[in-house]
Every structure is written in C-alpha cells, then in structure tokens.
C-alpha cells in the first residue's frame, strides 16, 4: 500500500508555493475518523496582496465552508512549518482536534516558540500538538527557499 499520507501532500503543496514564488508552506486538513482529505491550501500571500492567506487560513476557511459550520471538531491539521500566532488563533478558534506540523520556527512560530498560543489563559481550545513530522523535509524546503533568496 503506497498511499501518500497528509503531511507529504503538504509537502508537495509546499513545493507549489516555492514554485509560485510564496514561502514555502503547505497545510491539509482531514477527518479524524476517517482521514478524508477536507481541504489543502499553501501559501498565497504574493499572490493575493493578503498578509492573512497563510496555508493554514485558507485550508481552515475551505474547511469550515464545505462543513457549513464555523468549527471542525473532529479534524486534524497538517501543517509543514510551525504555526504564527495568527493561525494559532485560528486553530483553537476552529476547535481543531490535533495539529502536526513539520519544521520547528524559532523566529516566528507561535505554538512550540513566541507567544506559545496554546498556553496562554485567554485560550479557551488546546489541540493536541505533534511537531516535528518530516521535519527534515519540511525545513529543507525552506532552507532552500531562502538560499534562493540571498
């Protein structure tokens, strides 16, 4: 059975950003019962002249519009680099179950680094967190993004 598993979509949704000339981040969405793809997103912030349109943002808001519901409770969050503050936010506002993620980011993570949303007392839903899936993977493509860049 070679069936692609959340995070390497994300990956390669990843790679797709790199190629459209975005940070290179990708993030899926499933059902956490059945593990059905909900929603996958990268980033389009150069695209769309939005700050917001991180890959995080986007899969939860396709997400929540296929649910009809502003919550998805019973879902999982593939990310491939740490979450900002912002789309902290937005997960624990979109009562997501778990998020994985891939590469730690010390600058401007705000989950595992920062303002370590998730454990502040104003935070009213705490995912489940499990950092550091393919996170050679995740970090190279980064790396190489920013290489690119200098």
Do not use: W
Request: hydrophobic share 40%; glycine share 10%; charged share 25%.
């Amino acid at each position: 059975m070679n069936e692609k598993t959340p995070m390497k979509r994300a990956l390669e949704l990843a790679r797709e950003a790199q190629g459209a000339g975005e940070v290179p981040v990708g993030a899926v969405i499933v059902d956490g019962a059945t593990g059905a793809i909900l929603a996958e997103a990268r980033n389009r912030m150069e695209e769309t002249r939005d700050p917001t349109a991180h890959a995080e943002l986007l899969a939860i808001r396709t997400a929540c519009a296929k649910a009809g519901a502003s919550r998805l409770d019973n879902s999982d969050l593939y990310v491939t680099l740490e979450p900002c503050a912002m789309c902290a936010a937005a997960i624990s506002f979109a009562r997501v179950r778990r998020l994985y993620f891939g590469a730690y980011d010390p600058k401007g993570g705000g989950v595992e680094h920062g303002a370590r949303f998730f454990t502040q007392p104003t935070c009213h839903h705490r995912p489940e967190v499990v950092g550091g899936i393919e996170e050679g993977e995740s970090g190279e493509i980064l790396k190489a993004f920013f290489r690119e860049r200098r």
